[in-house]
């Protein structure tokens, strides 16, 4: 359009000239891609495009080590095994700081912590945090591809978290919506259960890959950070430690609901945790509770390191269907 005008001028030769080299300036900078654009344009590479992925796993958990190893391996990811805290470490910083946790609660919290502060140290634009409890999908590059394409068609830089896996429902997460809407039934006596249509369960189930608005999200096996959001964490959950006394995914998803950051998720997540049963290593803590969630085709599944397969797992255990068959 902008040719048009010049092109009708008596003497537009020179501005065409003058035009003609501008848009070649604007197409070759357009391969000279800002860092800020090769989060996204990189979402191939060894660190899916973030700078750095970071695991929490502790030396002695060798089961789970292995299992990362193996991940790391058949997905040719770069992992920078981070600082842990123990259960010990943490309560002697708890009575030093006066905590209001302790124990592993303290030692997972202090541990993300950590990371946030050395992302700040050590100025690192993007990271990626994984526990070491994790599965994930067979093609989780393609689905990356998909959402980092998105978040940057939506958002460019300018996001604080995005949640690559979560657990437990959120009631932004697309399909949920005809769960919240069918009305409690009698269920027979199943302990309070509302009744699941099971069209709306296969829907559920067959969503296609989408990212969303955050409005709650819980678990932090798999989520991304920016420095500047970090940055803020640090500060943030320092001061939470000594007022407030919560688990650390539950002070972020709260801080979500208050709306202090740009917090995406994607549905159906493609990192999951894998159900407490079926690391041998975890038997004393069953009591936790199962937090499995389903994935399309299971990475350690296939690699044969995981004895259930989550296609036949169900989706969320905070679904009431679930709950009351496992009562
Ligand atoms: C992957 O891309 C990101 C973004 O450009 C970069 O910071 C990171 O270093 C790359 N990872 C590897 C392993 O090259
Ligand atoms: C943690 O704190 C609670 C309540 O203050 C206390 O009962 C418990 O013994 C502490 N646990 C550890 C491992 O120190």
């Keep these: 359009m902008v040719k048009r005008q010049f092109t009708q001028r008596r003497s537009a030769f020179p501005v ?12 070759l900078s357009s391969y000279q891609t800002t860092a800020e654009d090769d989060t ?8 899916l495009g973030f700078q750095k992925i970071y695991v929490l796993n502790m030396p002695s958990r060798i089961e789970r080590r292995r299992n990362m190893k193996a991940l790391a391996k058949f997905h040719g990811l770069q992992f920078d095994y981070a600082q842990t805290f123990d259960a010990g470490q943490a309560n002697t910083l708890a009575r030093a700081s006066n905590y209001l946790i302790n124990g592993t609660h303290l030692g997972c919290y202090l541990s993300h912590m950590h990371i946030y502060r050395h992302m700040v140290d050590e100025d690192i634009e993007t990271a990626l945090i994984l ?7 067979l093609d989780l590059k393609k689905r990356h591809r998909q959402i980092m394409d998105e978040v940057y068609k939506r958002y460019k830089a300018d996001w604080d978290m995005l949640y690559l896996g979560h657990c437990t429902s959120d009631s932004s997460e697309p399909a949920i919506a005809a769960f919240n809407a069918t009305p ?3 269920n027979g006596g199943l302990g309070g259960s509302i009744f699941i249509d099971p069209a709306d369960r296969a829907a559920f189930l067959a969503r296609g890959l989408t990212l969303y608005d955050a409005e709650y999200p819980m678990c932090l096996h798999a989520y991304a ?3 500047e959001c970090a940055k803020r964490l640090a500060v943030l959950l320092e001061e939470r ?5 919560q688990d650390i995914d539950l002070v972020l998803a709260v801080g979500v609901q208050f709306g202090f950051s740009t917090v995406l998720g994607t549905s159906p997540p493609y990192i999951v945790q894998i159900g407490r049963q079926e690391l041998t290593s975890d038997l004393a803590q069953l009591k936790d509770g ?5 994935l399309s ?3 350690l599944f296939h690699l044969k390191l995981r004895t259930t397969n989550p296609q036949t797992l169900p989706p969320y255990i905070d679904w009431p269907w679930f709950t009351a068959q496992n009562k």
């Design 131 to 137: 526990e070491d409890d994790i599965d994930m999908e």
């Design 241 to 245: 430690l000594k007022t407030l006394g």
């Design 297 to 299: 085709q299971s990475t």
């Design 16 to 27: 065409v000239i003058a035009f003609s080299i501008l848009l070649a300036f604007a197409y």
């Design 184 to 186: 409690p039934i009698d």
């Design 225 to 227: 950070v920016t420095r």
């Design 40 to 47: 996204y344009h990189q979402s191939q590479n060894a660190t």
């Design 290 to 294: 199962n937090t499995a969630q389903r």
